[in-house]
């Protein structure tokens, strides 16, 4: 069993930043592999980035490349959302999420366990 507790998010203006944190507890989250969705309102929840259980690959949505990096360190157990040059259409509830899979990390049925999600609002 795994529990996480996202934090971080908050207001800021468009092309701001905010770090997203995610803390894990449970054992064996180097086990897990990660990944950050948002789901903005009347929308479904979408893929923004992941990472492998050793941290050494990544994945991101195109709609964030560049912009957001994902990062873990798994002695802190902790999952981590860098997002900067932020966009109104950034808007959203950001969710992390665990999975003890491999493949299919941009897909939510994957994953195991979800938090409760923390709100990001980017203004214009």
């Known amino acids: 069993q795994v529990q996480l507790v996202e934090s971080g998010g908050g207001l800021v203006q468009a092309g701001g930043s905010l770090r997203l944190s995610c803390a894990a507890s449970?054992?064996?989250?180097?086990?897990?592999?990660m990944g950050w969705f948002r789901q903005a309102p009347g929308k479904e929840r979408e893929f923004v980035a992941a990472?492998?259980?050793?941290?050494?690959?990544?994945y991101s949505a195109d709609s964030v490349k560049g912009r957001f990096t994902i990062s873990r360190d798994n002695a802190k157990n902790t999952v981590y959302l860098q997002m900067n040059s932020l966009k109104p259409e950034d808007t959203a509830v950001y969710y992390c999420?665990?999975?003890?899979?491999?493949?299919?990390?941009?897909?939510?049925?994957?994953?195991?366990?979800w938090g409760q999600g923390t709100q990001v609002t980017v203004s214009s």
């Open positions: 999420a665990a999975t003890i899979n491999i493949d299919y990390l941009k897909i939510p049925v994957t994953y195991d366990y």
């Open positions: 449970g054992r064996s989250f180097s086990s897990y592999a």
């Open positions: 990472i492998s259980w050793s941290g050494g690959n990544t």
